[in-house]
């Protein structure tokens, strides 16, 4: 302040939105959205949060969005990323299925190219006029000028492998069936082992990662490669190729069906037999791994069950009501056992 005169703040390119309130305030979007309708149950100490905030950020909520929201649209859409090779036709009809049950129609949006074109998407798709709600099947990441989900005040929630920080969540994120396969493999005498996993951006690939590490340390088994792939049948083949067939794994655990099939065919190309020289599982169930030679064993995840579970959450968020629980993880995942995995080779006779 100078002469008694207040400093002018700078202006701001931008209104605040509900995220930069939640944020500030250390809460969920869901809690402001609760503070903003009044809600009676509300803690105390929640809502003395929530209103320091607004006042602090001088959020105004956007009434026109409001207005536009009470004429439902009874759409709701779902964002997939530019690539959809790991998305199973599975989870849409599941998603899909659960929204017309509920009477709304679901449009399924690809975000493509560069992070600067998925932030003109995001702002160009999601308006409140045109949707109801979101539901993001990947992390979309960051976007150029920070430009996110976060700053859309359509209701939205992630896929259930996020929750909407995008942090890893219950039973979606589960790799405990990672452990299964390494004691199963170490049942059947294999002591040395490798890992292809998927890109370290998914909670998913991360989570499977450090369930094989930590299995077999406590085992007492030997990893003897932990090769990053990118869930593409190609990065199998590289990783099999250049780094698996030569480390003297007899056993692998890949992080995906799409990566297993291409460390089968690596393998395949450098003499190896699987799985008379070398185990191979997988991860997903994809249909192809049940008629490949030798049938894939992997992890079957209910697929249709988590595109249903994720509408239901949005659904929830949308009327107002408690959030809903989390899926079992015994419900959504199981090991299967095929032909790729077999006994451990036996040491060649001195």
């Given at each position: 302040?100078?002469?008694?005169?207040?400093?002018?703040?700078?202006?701001?390119?931008?209104?605040?939105?509900?995220?930069?309130?939640?944020?500030?305030?250390?809460?969920?979007?869901?809690?402001?959205?609760?503070?903003?309708r009044k809600d009676a149950a509300m803690r105390p100490e929640t809502a003395r949060k929530v209103a320091a905030a607004v006042d602090e950020l001088g959020y105004r909520p956007n009434q026109a969005a409001r207005t536009m929201r009470t004429r439902r649209a009874n759409r709701l859409t779902a964002l997939l990323p530019g690539s959809t090779d790991r998305l199973s036709p599975e989870l849409l009809r599941g998603a899909a299925a659960e929204a017309h049950e509920a009477g709304y129609t679901l449009d399924v949006v690809s975000l493509e190219g560069d992070a600067a074109a998925r932030a003109a998407r995001l702002e160009a798709l999601l308006q409140p006029e045109s949707t109801d709600g979101i539901l993001a099947f990947a992390s979309l990441g960051e976007t150029a000028g920070g430009v996110t989900l976060a700053d859309v005040e359509v209701p939205f929630v992630t896929d259930g492998v996020y929750d909407d920080n995008m942090r890893s969540l219950g039973a979606f994120a589960d790799a405990s069936p990672a452990a299964v396969l390494v004691r199963h493999l170490a049942d059947l005498g294999h002591r040395r082992f490798a890992h292809v996993a998927g890109p370290p951006e998914w909670a998913s690939a991360r989570g499977r990662r450090a369930v094989y590490e930590a299995t077999v340390a406590?085992?007492?088994?030997?990893?003897?490669?932990?090769?990053?792939?990118?869930?593409?049948?190609?990065?199998?083949?590289?990783?099999?190729?250049r780094v698996v067939g030569g480390s003297g794994a007899t056993a692998v655990v890949a992080a995906s069906d799409q990566i297993a099939f291409g460390v089968l065919t690596g393998l395949q190309s450098l003499g190896l037999r699987t799985p008379d020289d070398v185990s191979v599982c997988g991860w997903d169930d994809w249909e192809v791994g049940r008629y490949f030679r030798p049938t894939l064993t992997t992890v079957a995840v209910d697929r249709e069950l988590q595109g249903r579970h994720t509408v239901r959450r949005l659904l929830a968020l949308l009327r107002g009501e408690p959030p809903v629980g989390p899926v079992a993880a015994a419900d959504l995942n199981r090991v299967i056992l095929r032909e790729s995995t077999g006994p451990a080779p036996r040491p060649p006779a001195t």
């Amino acid at each position: 302040m100078a002469d008694g005169v207040p400093a002018r703040q700078p202006l701001r390119e931008k209104p605040p939105t509900i995220w930069e309130v939640a944020r500030l305030a250390g809460v969920s979007h869901q809690t402001v959205s609760r503070f903003l309708r009044k809600d009676a149950a509300m803690r105390p100490e929640t809502a003395r949060k929530v209103a320091a905030a607004v006042d602090e950020l001088g959020y105004r909520p956007n009434q026109a969005a409001r207005t536009m929201r009470t004429r439902r649209a009874n759409r709701l859409t779902a964002l997939l990323p530019g690539s959809t090779d790991r998305l199973s036709p599975e989870l849409l009809r599941g998603a899909a299925a659960e929204a017309h049950e509920a009477g709304y129609t679901l449009d399924v949006v690809s975000l493509e190219g560069d992070a600067a074109a998925r932030a003109a998407r995001l702002e160009a798709l999601l308006q409140p006029e045109s949707t109801d709600g979101i539901l993001a099947f990947a992390s979309l990441g960051e976007t150029a000028g920070g430009v996110t989900l976060a700053d859309v005040e359509v209701p939205f929630v992630t896929d259930g492998v996020y929750d909407d920080n995008m942090r890893s969540l219950g039973a979606f994120a589960d790799a405990s069936p990672a452990a299964v396969l390494v004691r199963h493999l170490a049942d059947l005498g294999h002591r040395r082992f490798a890992h292809v996993a998927g890109p370290p951006e998914w909670a998913s690939a991360r989570g499977r990662r450090a369930v094989y590490e930590a299995t077999v340390a406590e085992l007492g088994l030997e990893s003897r490669a932990v090769v990053e792939g990118d869930w593409s049948t190609r990065s199998g083949w590289e990783a099999a190729t250049r780094v698996v067939g030569g480390s003297g794994a007899t056993a692998v655990v890949a992080a995906s069906d799409q990566i297993a099939f291409g460390v089968l065919t690596g393998l395949q190309s450098l003499g190896l037999r699987t799985p008379d020289d070398v185990s191979v599982c997988g991860w997903d169930d994809w249909e192809v791994g049940r008629y490949f030679r030798p049938t894939l064993t992997t992890v079957a995840v209910d697929r249709e069950l988590q595109g249903r579970h994720t509408v239901r959450r949005l659904l929830a968020l949308l009327r107002g009501e408690p959030p809903v629980g989390p899926v079992a993880a015994a419900d959504l995942n199981r090991v299967i056992l095929r032909e790729s995995t077999g006994p451990a080779p036996r040491p060649p006779a001195t």
